[in-house]
């Protein structure tokens, strides 16, 4: 089996390449290069990653698999450039390049980041050699995942967050973060299982562990990281006085903490032999990653 650094990067590529093949036979209109820009040349693809990899897991077909991981980043790439926005974090700089609304402006930002959440939907509607009881599946997850008992809900939390003076305690971070960036985490690690129609019960278990890890070290780097290699501004959760799993349970528990949540995952992953190698990896991957 190759390094899991070789397989990463193997599977951005592809993933790169199919998204902006697709993006070409979209055709070119006043809102094309705004979302080439956000979708493209960038980013690590782990949620196209785990949909790939889970899929390889079930034998889904290769071409289904692709296109599954397409629609994930598509959906991803919308919620960074909408919490990039003013109104939301603020932020001028994403994936070492200009963010969409600094590049353009607010409003094609916004639309940019519209145009990005339906075209996710449409990917899935139109997967190939995919039966329509699995595709409304997987919509209607994705659908959960992404919208008010999901990620937006975790956004809504986290900008309340900010507002409240009441400090949040580690169980309404839990709570925040499996919003906020576990749930999409989990429909990725779960699409192979939803595809095939099998149990997604350990998968699911994983996924729920990692993206609780992914956040407690994203956390972590917000303190230790770099910002020219994390290519975003960093450390500002500590200028806005937010609660983080560093702020309470310091920076040494915190990584403690990281690495028992892999464990957790590795140990779900069991009953898949081998070919659950590569999200193995990938689990300990989030907490050795830099950026």
Not at 112 to 120: I, N
Not at 246 to 249: H, W
Not at 269 to 291: C, T
């Given at each position: 089996m190759?390094?899991?650094?070789?397989?990463?990067?193997?599977?951005?590529?592809?993933?790169e390449?199919?998204?902006s093949?697709?993006?070409?036979?979209?055709?070119?209109?006043?809102?094309s290069?705004?979302?080439?820009?956000?979708v493209?040349?960038?980013?690590?693809?782990?949620?196209?990653?785990?949909?790939i990899?889970?899929?390889?897991?079930?034998?889904?077909?290769?071409?289904?698999a692709?296109?599954?991981?397409?629609?994930?980043?598509?959906?991803?790439?919308?919620?960074?450039?909408?919490?990039?926005l003013?109104?939301?974090d603020?932020?001028?700089?994403?994936?070492?390049?200009p963010?969409?609304?600094?590049?353009?402006?607010?409003?094609?930002?916004?639309l940019?980041?519209?145009?990005?959440?339906?075209?996710?939907f449409?990917?899935?509607?139109?997967?190939?050699?995919?039966?329509?009881?699995?595709?409304?599946?997987?919509?209607?997850?994705?659908?959960?995942?992404?919208?008010?008992?999901?990620?937006?809900?975790?956004?809504?939390?986290?900008?309340?967050?900010?507002?409240?003076?009441?400090?949040?305690?580690?169980?309404d971070?839990s709570?925040l973060?499996?919003?906020?960036?576990?749930?999409?985490?989990?429909?990725?690690?779960?699409?192979?299982a939803?595809?095939?129609?099998?149990?997604?019960?350990?998968?699911?278990?994983?996924?729920?562990s990692?993206?609780?890890?992914?956040?407690?070290?994203?956390?972590?780097?917000?303190?230790?990281?770099d910002?020219?290699?994390?290519?975003?501004?960093?450390?500002?959760d500590?200028?806005?006085?937010?609660?983080?799993f560093?702020?309470?349970?310091g920076?040494?528990?915190?990584?403690?903490?990281?690495?028992?949540?892999?464990?957790?995952?590795?140990?779900a992953?069991?009953?898949?032999?081998?070919?659950?190698?590569?999200?193995?990896?990938?689990?300990?991957?989030?907490?050795?990653?830099?950026?």
């Open positions: 190759p390094s899991f650094q070789s397989l990463l990067n193997d599977t951005a590529s592809s993933v390449l199919a998204l093949e697709m993006l070409e036979k979209q055709g070119d209109n006043l809102m290069n705004p979302i080439r820009h956000a493209l040349g960038g980013g690590k693809r782990l949620r196209a990653f785990l949909v990899h889970s899929c390889n897991i079930f034998d889904v077909q290769k071409e289904t692709t296109q599954a991981a397409m629609a994930i980043e598509c959906l991803h790439a919308y919620s960074l450039v909408h919490d990039d003013p109104c939301m603020d932020d001028a700089l994403r994936r070492g390049k963010t969409v609304h600094v590049k353009w402006n607010e409003a094609i930002a916004t940019t980041g519209d145009a990005l959440q339906t075209l996710a449409e990917l899935i509607a139109c997967l190939p050699k995919v039966d329509a009881d699995r595709k409304i599946e997987l919509i209607k997850k994705l659908a959960k995942a992404s919208g008010m008992q999901g990620m937006v809900l975790g956004q809504a939390q986290d900008i309340q967050a900010e507002k409240s003076e009441r400090s949040l305690n580690l169980d971070i709570s973060q499996r919003n906020k960036t576990g749930a999409l985490i989990e429909w990725s690690a779960t699409a192979g939803v595809l095939s129609d099998n149990s997604d019960k350990e998968l699911l278990n994983y996924a729920r990692i993206g609780l890890a992914f956040q407690i070290q994203d956390d972590i780097l917000d303190i230790e990281g910002t020219i290699l994390a290519g975003k501004r960093l450390q500002k500590v200028t806005a006085g937010k609660a983080t560093v702020s309470l349970l920076i040494e528990n915190a990584k403690t903490r990281a690495k028992q949540l892999v464990e957790e995952a590795i140990q992953l069991s009953i898949y032999g081998d070919k659950a190698e590569p999200m193995r990896q990938v689990a300990k991957f989030i907490i050795e990653r830099k950026l």
